[in-house]
T-cell receptor, first 117, second 116 residues
Framework: EPEVTQTPSHQVTQMGQEVILRCVPISNHLYFYWYRQILGQKVEFLVSFYNNEISEKSEIFDDQFSVERPDGSNFTLKIRSTKLEDSAMYFC???????????????FGSGTQLSVL | AQKITQTQPGMFVQEKEAVTLDCTYDTSDPSYGLFWYKQPSSGEMIFLIYQGSYDQQNATEGRYSLNFQKARKSANLVISASQLGDSAMYFCAMREGRNRDDKIIFGKGTRLHILP
């Protein structure tokens, strides 16, 4: 089955540094998302992306965050100046294929665990 | 206000028994979708089952079924004949609206422990 791929699986960074989390969504999907999960807590929506622009973003997704689809395959989340509270598991997800049967669900990547020291 | 409420933070169930994980939701949109995801200890999010608000029948996927009670805004997940591998965190989630880019929001989850 096709899958969403995220790299790296773990990232450790110093507070104040920039990080880029990378995702390769499923190839014929059209809608892309970033979610995060702080340890032991619920999965929180960050941003949705469609047609090369942000569709919606949460209050978490402030000016320190940005997303980009630099080519036809990658979808990246950048945090410009990381804070301790950015430590979390970050999930990329994609949805919508031409197959109407499967077009409702989000396919998630296996996540990037970000640790800010 | 909470859009998705999962009232059971944790559950312990004997292997082979059926399990019901509770989920209630809050929306005024007539068009919405409800999802259940499983998150094992390895961390990935695994899609289990989907129910659309206009679907007439309860969704089923193998051992998973969704007990959809629209008037009560309830979408409980039922796992029949539980297995040790079912031990995981389970999240109920909802997407409001017809647009595919409408976000999915998650409940706080229920941690299920299957006992041998």
């Amino acid at each position: 089955e096709p899958e969403v791929t995220q790299t790296p699986s773990h990232q450790v960074t110093q507070m104040g540094q920039e990080v880029i989390l990378r995702c390769v969504p499923i190839s014929n999907h059209l809608y892309f998302y970033w979610y995060r999960q702080i340890l032991g807590q619920k999965v929180e929506f960050l941003v949705s992306f469609y047609n090369n622009e942000i569709s919606e973003k949460s209050e978490i997704f402030d000016d320190q965050f940005s997303v980009e689809r630099p080519d036809g395959s990658n979808f990246t989340l950048k945090i410009r100046s990381t804070k301790l509270e950015d430590s979390a598991m970050y999930f990329c997800a994609s949805s919508e294929t031409r197959d109407r049967v499967s077009n409702e669900k989000l396919f998630f990547g296996s996540g990037t665990q970000l640790s800010v020291l | 206000a909470q859009k998705i409420t999962q009232t059971q933070p944790g559950m312990f169930v004997q292997e082979k028994e059926a399990v019901t994980l509770d989920c209630t939701y809050d929306t005024s949109d007539p068009s919405y979708g409800l999802f259940w995801y499983k998150q094992p200890s390895s961390g990935e999010m695994i899609f289990l089952i989907y129910q659309g608000s206009y679907d007439q029948q309860n969704a089923t996927e193998g051992r998973y079924s969704l007990n959809f009670q629209k008037a009560r805004k309830s979408a409980n997940l039922v796992i029949s004949a539980s297995q040790l591998g079912d031990s995981a965190m389970y999240f109920c989630a909802m997407r409001e609206g017809r647009n595919r880019d409408d976000k999915i929001i998650f409940g706080k989850g229920t941690r299920l422990h299957i006992l041998p």
